[in-house]
């Protein structure tokens, strides 16, 4: 298992099957104090630095939420233009400043490698929250803790899985993180369906081959869906040259209630990283969907905050000292009580 206290977690590579358990299992004892049911305040006087240089809702909020959750004080830092990147300054020297004022630092950025290269120059641990088209460690995480969830309804685990990934496959992070991780499963049959120009890159293929795993690549929904797991993703305009050739591709697999019902099983359950993409030429996941209790989509977005407040506790190695902190709530929250 990896010794997480003082690690940067900047990609799922760096997991083994042990350490993913483990993250998992810290996340779901956290479910009271997120609820809110009970305070926990282990990382009271504690800093993040939430460093986002692009655009972001749940990652950035879910990251702050997590910490506060946890009792720390979170710092924003929101956009190029706000911070010094833009006088030319490296990402080294603006790491080993912002690590000074801080106990630890989530950060995204546009840049493929970005966050391991501002990594180098921290003094704290960094928490990858997206570097361009490379990786979103945290969201695979979430993910994978969501076809857990899940499938546990139906007494499934995540072996043996058959798991649906659709739509923009080649810039798509969350699918490159998640698909590595599910590599470290046994026997998952994992079906790519994609435009045939962007489709899933190489090397991830080859991890899911490596480890024995079923990959199906294909440019079509039909006979393609019959999975446990469907998981959509966004035409990802930003990854573009021009949002003419975006697009092109927009609208492909759109998935509704009428494509769900003739091409999937009764379960399968529906999964996005959000958001999606509802402007009428994309629509890649229809609002008639919304009242399917398969659509878990809300659902994972939820479970971030869990598996965000795990890797804070255990990057700054106070997930054993959870019960020690804990308390009672001080105020009537209709939502926790
Ligand atoms: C994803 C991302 O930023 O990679 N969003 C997220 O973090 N939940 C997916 C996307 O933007 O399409």
Redesign the pocket.
Known sequence: MMKFQGSHILSVSQFDRESVARILDVAKRMIPYASRQKRCNVLEGAILNNLFFEP?T??RVSFGTAFQLLGGFVHETVGQESSSLTKGESLFDTARVISGYADIVAMRHPAMHSVAEFAEGSTVPVING?DGANE?PT?ALLDLFTIEAEMNRFNKNIDDLNIVLMGDLKH???VHSLSKLLSLYNNIHLTLVSPKELQMPDHVVSALDNAGHKVTITDSMVGNLQSDVLYQ??I?EERFASKGEADMYRGHFSLNKSVYEQHCKDNTVIMH???RDSRPEANELDVDLNDNNNLAIFRQAQNGVLVRMALFALALGVEDKLSQYEREVTWFSSKGN
Do not use: D
């Open positions: 972001s749940r990652t997206g979103h969201q798509g992070r969350t993703t966004r990802q990283p959000l958001p």
